[in-house]
Structure formats: C-alpha cells, structure tokens
C-alpha cells in the first residue's frame, strides 16, 4: 500500500506543478488577445464586421428588461384582394323574402320571414338602382326588402325573374345607393386565378362575408329537378370555386382580384366529406338574361310543345315491347301525354311515345338538354329539325317553334 502511496504523492507534486504553468499561460494569453482586440475595434467596425453600440444607445444586452415587452407595430395592408373587397363590398346587399301566414281561425294575417340572401347592385339611373340575385332568393315572397350596407332597409320590387336561369332582377329607391359593382368578362377566366365570394350566409347576421379561394372549373353544368319528381328538368352552366359558399351566399358576388364581378354565386354541394364545391352562374350568361329580363320581365322561350320524360327512366322491357327501340338507341326523350294538335309539334304530326333523339342533328339525351337546347339556340318563330323513332322506324321532322303559352 505504501508504493502506491508515494508514487501517488510524486505524481501529484507534478500535476500541481503543470497546473500552475497552464493558468499562467492562460491568463497571459487572454490578457494580449484583449487588448489586441480593442486596439483592432474600430477598424472592425468600420469594416462593417461587428457593429459598436454609439454612447446614449442602449441594446438588449445592456438593457434586457427591454425586451420583456413586444412593442407596438403599425402595419398597412394593400393588397389585391383587400382592395378588390373594398371596391366592391358595399354593393353586395342583403335579400330578405317576407311572405304572410294566418294568426288566428278568423284568417288575420301577418308579414313573416321565410328566408334572406344576397344581391349585387349592378346599376343606378333614373333615381332607382337595379339588383342581381337568384331566382330561388325571391320565391314565393309576397313582399322583398333589401338591406343596404348602412343596415336600413328599403322595399323592392321585382323587374323580371326566371326560375330556369336562377336569376331574378329588382328595383329599389337609389337615394341611398352609394357604390354599383362593375361587372367583368367570365369568358376571359383561368382556372386556378383568384375568386373572392362576398354575401351574407345564414343571414344578416354575417352580412358581407368575404371568403377566398379560386376559379376550379369554368365548364360545369349541374342538373336541376324543380319539381321533384326524379327527373331533370334543366342543366345550369356555372363555374366551379372552392372559395366558401354557404346559404345566404345565393344571389352574392364572385368578384375577381380587380374587384369586378364574374359571376353570381348560385349554389353548393352539402354532403357529409364533400368541401369546397360551390358554384356561380357566370357573368357573361348573367348580363344576357338580366338585359332581356329588364326589357319584358321575363325569358321568352322557343315553344315545342311535347312533355318530354327520359328514355333512361323508362323500364328496359318497355324499350322493346312498347317502343320497338334498336339496340343502338341508348339514350333519349319519350313524348308523354298526349300532343296538342295546334301545337308546334302536333302540326308535323309527332305523337305520344315517339322518342326523341336529335334536334338539329345534336344529340338530346334528356328532357333538360332538349329545354337547354331551345333555350339557348331558339327563338319563338325559328325552325328545328327533330329526329325521332316511331315503332322502331327513324323519321325527321321540320317544326316551326312558337312563344311559350302564357
């Protein structure tokens, strides 16, 4: 044990010694490498390595309770999409529909809500100012009023309507009417460019709601049953945006990032796991049909005269023993019902269970094509050429269309 202890000692005589002369080394260097340092400061600072705090400054590290506290910063935001709300915002109105239901058993009546949307102010003349919404906005109201930006509320009254277009125009007093939204071009479009909803969903209580998103079709086209009776009645052209659209949106602006608007929001998909399908008529379309709406309150629509009911409802056995189709007929419309003799149709002699499959050598799959079809390409007073099968034989027919019956 001794050995071990005396050369323990000798060793920590020498370590002792080492120690000694590595602290002196050490201090001695550090002592030259300071004042080496402040002799080169302002030849460094000068340089632009380091940056010397100026007397009278202070810093975080002299000062640290300087910067326990965040300081009050002032940002203006100008951007594409705020100026283009702020352009257009306070046209976009609210569309509160009022219809009337009894109180009492001796038929009192009194004025009640059924349902608010949205609209555009798209013109002001005369002292009046007209405004864009939906169809369905104003159905069945007895009395509309709109609510202005201000939050006041004026009546209306409605111009023109068509419940195939989804579009309604009305009218109010102008006096108070302060901005008239510019209407852009939805022909010049691009898919994925930015689409700005404005509208009032689920009521005045969120008026002018603003959401983002972008054009995500520009060729839609959504079938619509009026009725509700399976079948399609129309197909509605619109553009397809991912920006929020929700019920009161209806009849509100899809504006682009100049603040002009490119089309009239419509409708959405509400499904459980389904987001971001809404939908716009576009604006184009909009102008045509508000113009004509404007000039006779109504759309003047080509007249066939037959109640059409899809050949894809009908029981595959009826293809056979009833229509005596050829397999390569696959698609189509069945005339229902009886044809009126003084009809369009009736004067060529079209009849019940003839089956339509072509209108100026287009093919019609459906009732809501061949309505669409005449709508768009037809006016009371032009001709069609219709091509049907009768008890399995193929036949043509030229018919002179007239106004739809009042």
Known sequence: MGYYDDLTHVERKKRSGSIGRTVLTSVTSAVIGGMVVLLMLPTLSNSGYINMVKPGTTNVMSNPAAN????????????????A?????????????IGRTRTNWFSNTQDVEQGEGSGVIFEKKGGKAHIITNYHVIDQAQKLQIALPTGEKVDAKVLGADPYADLAVLEIDGAKVTTVAELGDSST??????AIAIGNPLGMKFSRTVTQGIISSLERSMPMDFNEDGQDDWELDVLQTDAAINPGNSGGALVNIEGQVIGINTLKISKEGVEGLGFALPINDVKVIVSELMEKGKLERAYLGVQPFDLTNVPRVHWKETLNLPDDVQAGVVVQGEVGKFSPAGQVGLKQYDVIVKLDNKDISNGAQLRKFLTLNKKPGDSVVITYYRDGVKKTATVKLTKTPQ
């Open 189 to 194: 479009l691009q898919v994925g460019e930015p």
């Open 85 to 97: 709300v702020k352009k257009v915002e306070n046209a976009v109105v609210g569309v509160i529909n």
């Open 68 to 83: 326990l506290f965040a300081q009050p910063v002032s940002v203006k935001v100008e951007t594409g999409t705020v100026n």
